[in-house]
């Protein structure tokens, strides 16, 4: 079946570290992908988003390219910041309905001064 | 003015107990969904509406049941409360870009 396979955290990185979180998928068609994240105390929120191999989503100096090839849609920043600490939660859906979201386990990025 | 508003926040109540969460979203959007997180941050879909219309109910105990009075609002009833629903509780809507907005949760604690 269709599935969101992202790295265990948690991450832990000094500030101004390069940031990768890793996200694969399984999918029957041709999914949308998403990168969600979840401050402390609050609710998921869209950080980026791609809807076609090859397009790159970005928002807050992050950085995902959807790549068909390698069924990979993984996380960048070049330069963390304390406020980055989060959980980060890769998504696809198969319909542009989104009534099929599929979201990855959450990764856990704590972020040292 | 929040996009997605869910109460209460916080909930805290005995084994056995019914209680219910209510969620609202002024974003104009069709479709509706509760999604529970466990203390692993791991995220499952319990249910979505669509204009007012059931369209995902996962495998979740009869004990729960959603209620859409309208397409803004979707509404969680939970009877006979067990330790293991202890959890948070996202409500969310999405229109057809398959971007979901989430309330900001309600905590649900069974003694």
């Known amino acids: 079946g269709d599935s969101v396979t992202q790295m265990e955290g948690p991450v832990t990185l000094s500030e101004e570290a390069f940031l990768t979180i890793n996200c694969t998928y399984t999918?029957?068609?041709?999914?949308?992908l998403f990168w969600y994240v979840q401050y402390p105390g609050e609710g998921l929120q869209l950080l980026l988003k791609a809807t076609k191999a090859d397009d790159k989503g970005s928002n807050k100096g992050f950085e995902a390219t959807y790549r068909k090839e390698t069924t990979s849609f993984h996380l960048e920043k070049g330069s963390v910041q304390v406020s980055d600490s989060a959980v980060y939660f890769c998504?696809?859906?198969?319909?542009?309905?989104?009534?099929?979201?599929?979201f990855g386990s959450g990764t856990r990025l704590s972020i040292r001064p | 003015d929040t996009a997605v508003s869910q109460t209460p926040k916080y909930l805290v109540t005995q084994m056995g107990n019914d209680k219910s969460i209510k969620c609202e979203q002024n974003l104009g959007h069709d479709t509706m969904y509760w999604y529970k997180q466990d203390s692993k941050k791991f995220l499952k879909i319990m249910f979505s509406?669509?204009?007012?219309?059931?369209?995902i109910n996962e495998t979740v105990p009869n004990r729960f049941s959603p209620k859409s009075p309208d397409k803004a609002h979707l509404n969680l009833h939970i009877n006979s409360l067990e330790l293991g629903d202890s959890a948070v509780y996202f409500c969310?809507?999405?229109?057809?870009?398959?971007?979901?907005?989430f309330g900001e949760g309600s905590r649900l604690t069974v003694l």
């Open positions: 999918a029957t068609g041709y999914p949308s």
């Open positions: 509406y669509n204009n007012k219309e059931l369209i």
């Open positions: 969310a809507s999405s229109q057809k870009t398959g971007e979901l907005f």
């Open positions: 998504a696809l859906t198969l319909y542009s309905s989104a009534s099929k979201i599929i």
